[in-house]
């Protein structure tokens, strides 16, 4: 039968069509692309998506969150205004509030009544009338709404990163089908006293006090800890990032990644810290914990063909998509059973089981061998329908991550 044009995509990211001759921007790290599982696999979801098997394609990102100085470049060259001044208000917490700022407020947020809404809080008066940036240029830019990062990016000849993009890049170096996802760039091991911090959240008790024993009360500079495994600073924690990728259908809001400083390690205040965090707000806010960085499209790769995407809206699909419900025959019959035999080594019969199970393959295995040989016949007899529905839903119902070329166009039509 013909194979679908996905799986000639996951054959090309799986020969490793990249171009080394291309030469990496300044402050940014490539990004070589792949495959990998996207999501995480716990009793607390609130905040993550579950795991499905996505790919994506060679690309750029910036070692750090755009920093007031870079940001301070952008307003000289362009006198742009952001949201915050606009609205000439912003959110700052009270701890870290000025005396200033607490003065000439007395409005808080419902049910967060630590967040203040002061007059004169912006990018360069992060923490109200009376604050400034001269002694934080290293430090995030926040006050930046997802309007005022898409006019940074564009300025700066760049864009912002999807959500899949994003989280391939906090994964690395652990990432790939046959690699058992974790919850850090760092393995499994979460972030606690009793361990070295290796990202700036909250510790003490708040809002009222932050112990600051990962070294750094509120924000922290944005290359204050050691990169991941790929280059790049603070992927987690210190300030939330904006994506691209729309949250949902209906909320008419973008998704943030990463957490914050004002997050926690295990969730029991704000949101619990992992790889795969999220969070949702409308493309005009902002506060004192937001901020994000640039990414930039790679010319390597297989071109004309979009990577598998991750699927947002699984409720309405009465079948998985090929290459999520079958990551087996996407992947091709070298790498499926590189995948299986790691599974089985690692996980066991009963765990490699488990592991299918939650990506909807159907199939019952003992052994690597017989959950191919019995996947391979599942699968034949409904690939063809399986894609046809996969593409037609998805245009119905599901936001998925903007391709190259749709980005592209997006500027193109923004210039004209």
Excluded at 79 to 87: A, E, I, V, W
Excluded at 115 to 126: E, K
Excluded at 204 to 228: S, V
Excluded at 299 to 318: I, N
Aim: net charge negative; hydrophobic share 35%.
């Amino acid at each position: 039968m013909t194979r679908p044009r996905r799986t000639a995509m996951t054959l090309g990211l799986a020969a490793g069509l990249v171009s080394a001759a291309e030469e990496i921007p300044d402050g940014m790290v490539r990004c070589k692309g792949g495959r990998f599982i996207m999501g995480i696999d716990t009793a607390d979801s609130r905040d993550s998506l579950a795991q499905q098997a996505v790919e994506v394609r060679e690309f750029f990102l910036d070692k750090t969150t755009v920093t007031n100085e870079q940001f301070r470049a952008f307003r000289k060259a362009t006198n742009y205004q952001t949201d915050s001044q606009s609205f000439g208000w912003s959110f700052v917490l009270e701890l870290f509030a000025t005396e200033e700022s607490k003065a000439i407020t007395n409005q808080t947020v419902k049910d967060a009544t630590h967040w203040l809404a002061v007059p004169g809080a912006t990018w360069r008066s992060p923490l109200g009338p009376g604050s400034g940036i001269k002694d934080r240029l290293q430090h995030p830019v926040v006050h930046v709404s997802w309007n005022d990062a898409k006019a940074y990016c564009k300025w700066a000849e760049k864009r912002l990163p999807t959500e899949t993009e994003w989280e391939y890049c906090a994964r690395l170096p652990h990432v790939g089908w046959a690699s058992t996802p974790k919850l850090y760039p760092w393995g499994d091991e979460a972030p606690s006293n009793d361990t070295e911090w290796k990202l700036n959240l909250w510790q003490g008790d708040f809002p009222k006090n932050d112990a600051a024993l990962d070294g750094h009360a509120g924000l922290a500079p944005a290359e204050a800890y050691e990169p991941n495994g790929a280059g790049l600073y603070q992927m987690l924690g210190n300030v939330w990032e904006w994506t691209a990728t729309y949250f949902s259908k209906s909320s008419n809001q973008r998704v943030l990644r990463g957490g914050s400083y004002l997050d926690s390690a295990a969730g029991e205040f704000n949101h619990r810290v992992t790889v795969a965090t999220r969070m949702g707000n409308t493309e005009d806010s902002a506060g004192d914990n937001m901020g994000f960085r640039c990414a930039k499209s790679s010319t390597a790769g297989p071109k004309g063909v979009k990577p598998l995407g991750y699927a947002y809206d699984q409720s309405k699909r009465k079948r998985p998509p090929p290459g999520v419900g079958d990551p087996l025959k996407a992947m091709g019959e070298g790498a499926a059973q590189e995948l299986m035999q790691n599974l089985a080594a690692e996980k066991g019969a009963e765990g490699l089981q488990q592991w299918m199970d939650k990506q909807g393959m159907g199939a019952n295995v003992m052994t690597a061998a017989k959950a191919q040989e019995t996947r391979e016949k599942a699968a034949e007899q409904r690939m063809e329908m399986a894609h046809k529905e996969y593409v037609d839903e998805v245009r119905a119902h599901s936001f998925d991550d903007p391709s190259d070329e749709e980005i592209r166009e997006q500027i193109r039509k923004e210039e004209l």
